[in-house]
C-alpha cells in the first residue's frame, strides 16, 4: 500500500558523482522492500516541472529519531536531478511510495550474484542485507564507466561474500564491463539467482549470458515513467507472460523488477507485431 | 503543501471555513462533486482509489476504450514539457469485453460513478461500441473522444472535421438508449472550434468535453530526432490552462445552457473554479493527477471552500458567472470617500506648477 | 546561472569550448547568427542595446507598425500562466512614420540589422505600409504579421483563412521592390498549419515564421471576471514550445526548402537548437527576454557551443537534421561486446526455472 | 543606466506583515536613486513564473563589507512573492536595476509632504533622506488598513519633521485613511509639494485633493508589468504630455514616478477617445 507524504531532506552528502538524500518518509519507509522505488516532485506549485521523478530506494531505516527515514541516490542528470541534489536540511519534499514489485526472495538458501551497473547498485543494499539475513550467498559485482560512478564499493564489500568491481576506463578495479566477469563470477559462485539493476542495454546483455547458463535472473528496469502508480501507460515494454503472450506491460506496477528471460530486450522501444493488440502491418 | 488525504465529508483540518454545496447537475446526472478524472489520467480509477476515496469525487472518466485489445505505441511515449507534458500512448488498453467485464465491474462494485469514454477508427467502431455498452449499463454517461484518426478520411482527426464529428456523434446516438448523455470530447487544434460545438451538438450530444490535448513535438537534442517514438504527442498540463479556458469561454458564450465538461491543466481548487466560471459545469483533472495522486481529492475540498468564501452556496450557481453583465462602473477614485476631481486639473498642464524649476540631480 | 553579457566574438569564460559559425543565410540574407528579437517583445532594439550588444545577434524584428498611431487595447494587457503569458497589447504603436523617422532610424545608425514587422486591418492597408517602406529601405525583410483581425471579414483572422491569409502576401509583394524576402507570420490557431503555409507561399512569400501566439484566456477569481480587458490574449512562452515545433517540423516536413524564422517559448541555446533542428533557419526570442533582458545573446552563445559539441562547424549544417532518415537499428544488446541472445530464451517461459518456488515475503 | 546581476540574499526580516530582503546587489545599489525599482526573476530555469517582480528600492549601502547592497520590501501576495519571502540567506537571486525614473528633487528648500500607503512608504526612505539632506522640510503621513500593514513607522519618525498615522480600523494612529488628514497637513507644514506611493486608488484620491490646492504632486504608480524594461507595452496608463495631448505612456520607463495632475485617474484602465491613436468609435 504506497503512502503520499511530506517527507524533510535530513542530508544530502556526495558519494563520487552521485548524492545521496536522506529523507524523513513516514511510513514509506516501514512499508519498503527491496527493489521498491519512491517518486519525488520536482518542488511545488511554482515548479514547471510536473512529473515525479523515480528514485530505487536506497536504504531504509524504520526507527530512527526521526521516525522513518530513507536514502536515494541520485546522480546529477537533467534539471530535476539537480534541482534534488541541490535541497539543503530541512527542505520539505513531496514522497510517493514505496512502489512497484520489489525483488522476489529466494525461498531456499541459495547462492546469489547481484550485479549494479552506475547508480544501478543502490537498491543491491537492501537486498544484499535480505539476502544474507535469509542465509543465501550474496557475491556483488559493480561496474561502472569510471570511478567515480561507482556507487556503494565499501559498504557492498561489508554485505557481500566477494565483491568484483569494474570500470571501463580502469580507474578502479578491473578494465572493462561487469558483463565480461560474469559468467566466470557465477560459475565460481555457483549461482542459483541473477539479481542485476542498471542501464538497459547492460540488463539486456547480462540476460543474454544468464539465459545461456539457465540461472534465474531478475532485472530491475528504468523505463521513462510519467505517473509511477499505473494509470498513464507511458513505462511499458514488451514482456511474455506466463501463457507465452508478449504483452505491453508497465513497468512501474508490473516492474520494476522483471525476470530477464521474459522481457523482449532487442523489443523495448517498440511493439513487436506479435504483441497482444499489436496493429496490423498497414 | 502537506497533502492530506481528506475523505468527503471528512473533518477540516484548516481553519475552518464554510464549503459550498458541491452537488452537480451535468446533463441530467446528479454528482456529489464537480471534480472527475480526466480520461487516459486515471485508469479506472482502481490504482487512485489506494490515494483517496474514488467514489468521494463527481466521478471517473474512464481511459478511452476501443473495441479490440490495443497495444499502443511504440516508446518512449512522453516527454516533460514547461508546465506540462507530451503522451502518445495510442490507446493502448483491453478492448471492450474485457474493459466491461473487468474495469466496468469494478468501478460499479466500488460504488464510483463512471463515465465511460470511447474512441474508435471508424463512424462504424464507434456506433458499435455504443451498442456493446447499451447492453450492459453501469455508467452514468458516453464520453465520444473523437481525437482519433479516421482511417476512412485519410487519418484525419475526427474532431477536426465538423462533418466527421456529426457522424461519429450520430452513430453512437442511435447506438445508444436515448437517455444516457453523450459528451463529445473536442480538440483545440481548430480554427474554430465553436463551429465543431455547433456540429456536435446538431447531431445530438447532450454536451461537450474540453478540452483534448494540443498537437506537440519534442526534439531530443541528445539523440537530435523527435523525444517521442510516434513523432508527435498531445500537450497536457498547466501549460494549456489558458486555451482551455478560451474555448469552454467561447463555447458557453455561444451556447449558454449547453453542458460542458471542463479538461485542460487543473492544478489547484482555484484552477477548477477558474473553469466553472468561464461555463464548464464539470471539471477534470488530468496530468496533474502525475504530480499529486490525491489532486482530484485536494481540488475538490479547495473548490469548495474557494465557492464558499465567495458567498454562494452551491458550486453550481458559479457556473459561467463570468459571463454576467458589466456591473455598473464605480471606479476607485468615485468610490473613495474623497470628493471626485471635478475642475479637471488634469486638462489644465501649464498651470503655475509646471513653471517649477525642478532640477533632476 | 551568472548571466554574463558577452558581445559577439567576445571571450568565453567558461571552459574552453569550440564554438560554431554562427553566420546564417536566411532567404537570401546574411546575418552573423540564427537568433533575433520576436516582434513585440523587444520594441526597436533600443532599450535591449542596454543589456548586451543588439549588433552581435543575427537581427531585431521590430514591433508590428501599423499605417496609423495606435493606442493599443485597455488595460490590463497581461497575465501570467504556467511557463507562459497572455499579452492583448492590441499594437500600439507610433505609426508607419514615426516608425520610419526614430525607430528605423535608430535601427540603421546603430549598425543593427532589421527585419520590419508589419501589420494592417485590411489587405490595402498592407499594400501601403509595404509601399511606404519600399521607398526608404534599411531594413533587410519584411515580416507580416496576418494575426490580426480582418474588418473586411467580420473580424475574422487573416492568418486563419488561407485566401485571406493569401491576399496579405500578394498586397505587400506587389507593392514592394521583388528584392526584399517577405516572411508570412502565421498563427497556430488552425486546423492545418502546412494548409496556410502553402497558401502564403505560393502567393509569395519567401518564407515564414512559425509560430505567432496561441489564443488564449485567463479569469481572475477574485473579481471573477476574465482577466485581460480584451478578454481573450495571446499565450507565449516556454508553455507553448512544443506546439511551436510540431509546426515547423510540419511546415519542413511539407516544403524542405522553404526558410523558417521559429518562435515560441525559446529560453535556451538547447531550445533553439530544438527548433534548428526541426527546420527552422532562424529563431527568434520573445518572451524570455522579459526574463532575461540579455536573453538573446545567451542563447546564442550557448547555442553556437552547442552546435559545436555536436561536431557541426556551422550552424547551418543542423538546420532540418531532425528529419534525417534513420540510422540503421543497431539495439545497444547488439552493440555490447557480449555476443546476443541467440537460442532465445525469452520464448521459453516454461522452463525449468519457473518452477523455481519463490515466495514474496 | 541599468544593470542585470545576480545578487545573493543576506537577510529577509519579517515587518509587520511584510518581509524585508536584503541583497547584494552590485552596481544597482551605487546607481539607485530615490523612486526607482528593481525587477527580481522569480526562481531559475525550473521554475514556472517568467515575470519578473518590480519591487520598489526601499533603501540601498553602497560600500557595506558585501560591496553594494539594497533592500525590498515584499507583501507576499501570491505565488511570486511568497517565493521571494521563503528565501535564506545565500540564496542567489538574478536583479535588474534600477529602473524607472526617480521622483524629481527640488532644487530649493520646500516643504515636502511624504504620503505613503502600505507598502508604499518603502522608497520613501530614501526620498526623505534626500530631501532633508537637501534643506527641505519632511512632513509623512503613512497609513494602512491596519497595524500591521503599516511599514517603517519608527524609521520614518527619525527621517522626518513630524509623522502622522492612519489605519482604518484604528489599530495604530488615527482612524481613517491618509486623504482624510492630507489637506489638513499640507495647510499645517505649508507644502510645496506632495510625494506619494500606494495603491492607485488612493494616489487619484491623493490628487484630487492637492489639485484643488495647487500643490505640485508626484505619484509613484504600479501598473502590472511584463518586462519592466519598456519593450512590452503592458504597463501604460494615460497620461497629458506637456502638449496637452493624452498618451498610453509606458509606466516602468516614464514612470513610475508621475505628476499627479498629468495622469486620468478616472480613466486608468481605459483607452480615453481623445487619447492619440484611439481607435475611433466603431
Ligand atoms: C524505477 C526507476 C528507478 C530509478 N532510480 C534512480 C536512482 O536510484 N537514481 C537516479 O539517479 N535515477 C534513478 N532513476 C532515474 C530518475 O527517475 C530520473 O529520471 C533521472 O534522474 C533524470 O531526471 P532529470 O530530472 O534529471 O532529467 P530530465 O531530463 O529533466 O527529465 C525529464 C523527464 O525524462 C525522464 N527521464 C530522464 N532520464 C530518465 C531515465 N534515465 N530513466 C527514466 N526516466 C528518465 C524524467 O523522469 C523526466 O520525466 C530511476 C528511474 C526509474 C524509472
Ligand atoms: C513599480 C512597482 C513597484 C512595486 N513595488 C513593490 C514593493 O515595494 N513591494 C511589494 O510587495 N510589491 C511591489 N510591487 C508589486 C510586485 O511587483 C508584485 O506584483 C506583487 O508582489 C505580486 O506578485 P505575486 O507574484 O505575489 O503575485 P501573482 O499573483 O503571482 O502575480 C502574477 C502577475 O501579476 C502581477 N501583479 C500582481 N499583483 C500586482 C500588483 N499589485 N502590481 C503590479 N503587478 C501585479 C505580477 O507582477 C505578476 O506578473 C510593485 C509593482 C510595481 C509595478
Ligand atoms: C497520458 C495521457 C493519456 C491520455 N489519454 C486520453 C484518452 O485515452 N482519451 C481522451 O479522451 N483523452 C486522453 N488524454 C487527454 C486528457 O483526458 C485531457 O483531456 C488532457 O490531458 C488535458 O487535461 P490535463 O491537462 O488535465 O491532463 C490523455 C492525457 C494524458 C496526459
Ligand atoms: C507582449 C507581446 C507582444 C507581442 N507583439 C507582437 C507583435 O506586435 N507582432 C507579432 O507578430 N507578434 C507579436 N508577439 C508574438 C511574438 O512575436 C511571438 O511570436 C510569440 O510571443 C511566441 O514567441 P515567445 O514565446 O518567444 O514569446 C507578441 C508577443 C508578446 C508576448
Ligand atoms: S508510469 Fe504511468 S503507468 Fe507506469
Ligand atoms: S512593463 Fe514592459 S513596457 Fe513597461
Known amino acids: 500500500m504506497p503512502h503520499q507524504v511530506m517527507g524533510e531532506a535530513l542530508d544530502v552528502r556526495r558519494a563520487g558523482s552521485y548524492f545521496v538524500l536522506s529523507l524523513t518518509a513516514p511510513g514509506i519507509s516501514e512499508d519498503a522492500r527491496p527493489g521498491q522505488f519512491v517518486t519525488v ?15 530505487a530506494i536506497h536504504r531504509v531505516q524504520s526507527r530512527g529519531v526521526y521516525g522513518g527515514t530513507l536514502e536515494i541516490a541520485v546522480s546529477p542528470h537533467g534539471l530535476g536531478s539537480r534541482w534534488l541534489t541541490e535541497r539543503r536540511r530541512h527542505d520539505q519534499l513531496s514522497i510517493v511510495g514505496p512502489l512497484g514489485k520489489p525483488f522476489s526472495i529466494p525461498s531456499r538458501r541459495v547462492s546469489c550474484v547481484l550485479v549494479g551497473g552506475g547508480y544501478g547498485s543502490a537498491p543491491l543494499f537492501m537486498l544484499a542485507e535480505h539476502l544474507r539475513d535469509n542465509g543465501c550467498r550474496v557475491d556483488v559485482l559493480i561496474g561502472a564507466s569510471t570511478e567515480e560512478k561507482l556507487f556503494g564499493v565499501l559498504d557492498l564489500k561489508r554485505l557481500s561474500s566477494s565483491i568484483t568491481v569494474t570500470t571501463e576506463d580502469g580507474s578502479s578495479g578491473e578494465t572493462g564491463r561487469v558483463t565480461d566477469r560474469l559468467a566466470e563470477l557465477i560459475d565460481r559462485s555457483s549461482a ?6 542498471g542501464p538497459m542495454g547492460m540488463l539486456s546483455a547480462i540476460s543474454a549470458i544468464t539465459a545461456k547458463r539457465r540461472v534465474f535472473t531478475q532485472c530491475s528496469v528504468e523505463e521513462s515513467m510519467a505517473c509511477g502508480i499505473g494509470v498513464c501507460m507511458t513505462c511499458v515494454l514488451p514482456v511474455i507472460g506466463d501463457d507465452g503472450v508478449t504483452r505491453m506491460v508497465r513497468s512501474c506496477v508490473e516492474g520494476p523488477t522483471m525476470r530477464g528471460d521474459r522481457v523482449r530486450w532487442a523489443d523495448v522501444g517498440t511493439i513487436p507485431a506479435d504483441a497482444w493488440g499489436a496493429a496490423e502491418a498497414p | 503543501m502537506t497533502r492530506a488525504i481528506i475523505g468527503y465529508g471528512g473533518t477540516d483540518r484548516g481553519p475552518v471555513g464554510a464549503r459550498a454545496d458541491m452537488t452537480t447537475d451535468l446533463a441530467g446526472i446528479e454528482l456529489p462533486s464537480p471534480i472527475l478524472t480526466a480520461s487516459g489520467c486515471a485508469a ?3 490504482e487512485l482509489d489506494a490515494y483517496f476515496d474514488i467514489t468521494a469525487i463527481g466521478g471517473v472518466i474512464t481511459k478511452s476504450i476501443m473495441l479490440k485489445p490495443r497495444a499502443g505505441r511504440a516508446t518512449p511515449r512522453m516527454a516533460e514539457t514547461p508546465s506540462g507534458m507530451l503522451n502518445s500512448i495510442g490507446l493502448q488498453g483491453p478492448g471492450i469485453e474485457a474493459f466491461i467485464e473487468e474495469d466496468l465491474a469494478w468501478l460499479e462494485s466500488r460504488g464510483a460513478r463512471t463515465i465511460v469514454s470511447i474512441a474508435g477508427e471508424t463512424v462504424d467502431e464507434y456506433g458499435k461500441l455504443a451498442q456493446k455498452l447499451r447492453n450492459v449499463g453501469g455508467f452514468e454517461a458516453l464520453e465520444v473522444n473523437i481525437s482519433c484518426p479516421n482511417v476512412d478520411d485519410r487519418g484525419l482527426v475526427f474532431a477536426c472535421n465538423p462533418d466527421s464529428a456529426a457522424a461519429v456523434i450520430q452513430a453512437v446516438r442511435r447506438n445508444s438508449d436515448g437517455r444516457t448523455p ?3 470530447k473536442l480538440s483545440p487544434d481548430v480554427t474554430s472550434i465553436v463551429e465543431i460545438a455547433e456540429s456536435v451538438v ?8 474540453l478540452i483534448n490535448t494540443l498537437l506537440g513535438m519534442v526534439i531530443d537534442t541528445g539523440t537530435m530526432r523527435p523525444a517521442l517514438a ?11 490552462r489558458p486555451v482551455a479556458v478560451r474555448c469552454i469561454f467561447q463555447v458557453r458564450q455561444a451556447f449558454p445552457s449547453l453542458p460542458i465538461i471542463g479538461a485542460g491543466g487543473v492544478r489547484t481548487g482555484n484552477d477548477a473554479l477558474e473553469f466553472l466560471l468561464a461555463g464548464a459545469s464539470a471539471v477534470s483533472v488530468g496530468t496533474s493527477i502525475f504530480n499529486d495522486p490525491s489532486a482530484p481529492m485536494r481540488i475538490h475540498d479547495e473548490l469548495a471552500r474557494l465557492v464558499a468564501e465567495r458567498g454562494f452556496a452551491r458550486v453550481s450557481d458559479i457556473v459561467g458567472h463570468a459571463h454576467r453583465e458589466r456591473d455598473a462602473i464605480v471606479t476607485e477614485a468615485q468610490a473613495d470617500p474623497v470628493e471626485s476631481p471635478e475642475g479637471a486639473p488634469a486638462s489644465d498642464p501649464d498651470d503655475e506648477l509646471s513653471a517649477w524649476d525642478f532640477v533632476r540631480e
Chains 1, 4 share one sequence.
Open chain 1, 41 to 55: 516532485a520536482i518542488g511545488g506549485l511554482e515548479s514547471s516541472m510536473l512529473l515525479r521523478r523515480a528514485f
Open chain 1, 192 to 197: 542459483d539467482i541473477v539479481y542485476a539493476c
Open chain 2, 44 to 46: 479506472s480509477g482502481k
Open chain 2, 182 to 184: 453523450i459528451f463529445a
Open chain 2, 202 to 209: 446538431r447531431a445530438g450530444a447532450a454536451g461537450v468535453t
Open chain 2, 230 to 240: 510516434g513523432l508527435t504527442g498531445g500537450l497536457s498540463g498547466p501549460a494549456i
